[in-house]
């Protein structure tokens, strides 16, 4: 069975950083890309970024591009999200997923394993 789980979550101030990190059941990554979301009270799930199966392609939504940085280490099944100069409207709840096939993209439906998610809050 997949499992995926996120780590790192916490509180932080404006314009700190915190690391993310996602632990998969053995060989879960292998050969798939994968992906980070979140959501925020009240809204949808947002795409946040993603990773093709060997690291060397990624995608960023506008509003983290050049804040986040989205990596990946097979050996370990681990894909982790460094986040930088976070806002206030980086809060909310992260998820990673595994896309379901090579896929990499902020297609939600694309992925078919979730994590349970880990809490971001950023004050100003």
């Known amino acids: 069975q997949v499992q995926l789980v996120e780590s790192g979550g916490g509180l932080v101030q404006a314009g700190g950083s915190l690391r993310l990190s996602c632990a998969a059941s053995?060989?879960?990554?292998?050969?798939?890309?994968a992906g980070w979301f979140r959501q925020a009270p009240g809204k949808g799930r947002q795409f946040v970024a993603a990773?093709?199966?060997?690291?060397?392609?990624?995608l960023y939504t506008a509003s983290v591009k050049d804040r986040f940085t989205i990596s990946r280490d097979n050996a370990e099944n681990t894909v982790y999200l460094q986040m930088n100069s976070l806002k206030p409207d980086d809060t909310a709840v992260y998820y990673c997923a595994r896309s379901s096939g090579t896929y990499y993209g902020p297609n939600s439906y694309e992925y078919n394993y979730w994590g349970q998610g880990t809490q971001v809050t950023v004050s100003s």
């Open positions: 990773i093709n199966w060997s690291g060397e392609g990624t």
């Open positions: 053995a060989r879960t990554f292998s050969g798939y890309s």
